[in-house]
């Protein structure tokens, strides 16, 4: 089956899977996807994220985090879609619940937070938003 927004169906597993207080939550593989795990294990949304090769493609398997039962990620909101990219530079770049979320943008460096972004004198597209 041919997916048009793979990111976001990344983001609406987790976010369903957190939502049935799930442990784990299996995803198709691909590059950008292992950047966004990364991400949200650097900043503590989960648990831990592995890349299980049981086909050419990969899955990642991601442990969702809790804390006294609730899980931690709240939200999980795509910004840039296919169909309406959108773009941010340095100085314009959001801040996600008054810098209690993260901003996740895909800069000429790779993928990145948006506090890692600014520190590093880049804008690029805002993929999703974090909280």
Known sequence: MNMTDPIADMLTRIRNAALARQLRVSIPASNMKLAIAKILKEEGYIKDFELVKDSPQGTIRVTLRYVEKKPVL??????SKPGLRVYTRRDDIPR????????????????????????????????????
């Open 74 to 79: 709240t939200q999980l909101k795509r910004v």
């Open 96 to 131: 996600v619940r008054g810098g209690l979320g993260t901003a996740i943008i895909s800069t000429p460096k790779g993928l990145m937070t948006g506090r890692k972004a600014y520190q590093l004198g880049m804008g690029g597209e805002v993929v999703c938003y974090v909280w």
